[in-house]
């Protein structure tokens, strides 16, 4: 099936920016947009081009084995781009074809885990050949605790994304609005991305450290609200 794709200064097909991460409209967008409007010109589904985030992960692992600091810094953000284009290539393709809820299902399923498949490796080989065998542990067992304490928060909270707003137009509303922020802030996927890849950009075992006390701390938290 051929597709008319829309001319590239006319496709537009990302996240609203007050549902994105507060730094996507900075970093991984404008980017993400050039390999959206690429991969659209052809039948390529969103979940093949989701697969397109663990090879990267794979190859970044690979770099670092090689110590090719700064390529294995460009890779992490490679796939944090890559994880932006399949849910743009999905959004442009509904206005294509009609999807079943099944199928939109099954897509944001294959999103989700595409970015946490492999990464949990390469923050285990930054670690690992930036400190030491202790490092890498505790800098992926942060990551998955944290991925697995938001992946629950809806057995707590039975309006999950309601909650998620409420928060952000909370105590953090006020402070966006008076630095004119717009997008979730918090410990997202992005911010955890970045630091990971200026963690290998300056082979410094520091940004790792700084991971590993975010993500325990925002683990504790959560642990206490849920009690609560």
């Avoid at 006319?10 to 947009?33: C, M, V, W």
């Avoid at 039948?43 to 770099?63: G, K, N, S």
Wanted: net charge positive; hydrophobic share 50%.
């Amino acid at each position: 099936m051929k597709y008319d794709v829309p001319r590239f200064r006319d496709f537009n097909f990302s996240k609203p920016q007050e549902e994105g991460d507060f730094l996507a409209l900075y970093t991984n967008r404008p980017i993400s947009k050039i390999f959206s409007w690429f991969f659209s010109h052809f039948t390529l589904c969103a979940e093949c081009i989701a697969l397109l985030t663990p090879l990267v992960d794979i190859l970044t692992i690979v770099l670092i084995y090689n110590d090719l600091w700064i390529f294995a810094a460009i890779f992490v953000e490679l796939s944090l781009i890559m994880d932006s284009a399949d849910g743009e290539v999905a959004r442009f393709r509904a206005t294509k074809i009609k999807r079943t809820e099944k199928q939109n299902q099954f897509g944001g399923y294959m999103d989700s885990m595409a970015g946490v498949l492999v990464f949990p490796l390469v923050i285990f080989s930054a670690g690992y050949f930036l400190g030491d065998l202790l490092v890498g542990l505790l800098g992926m067992l942060s990551f998955c605790l944290l991925n697995l304490s938001t992946a629950n928060a809806g057995s707590y909270f039975k309006n999950k994304e309601k909650r998620s707003k409420e928060i952000q137009s909370g105590f953090l509303g006020k402070i966006k609005s008076r630095l004119r922020i717009k997008g979730v802030v918090g410990f997202t996927g992005d911010i955890q991305k970045h630091i990971i890849a200026l963690a290998l950009l300056f082979k410094s075992v520091l940004f790792i450290w700084l991971f590993i006390i975010i993500a325990i701390t925002l683990v504790l938290m959560k642990f206490w609200i849920y009690r609560k």
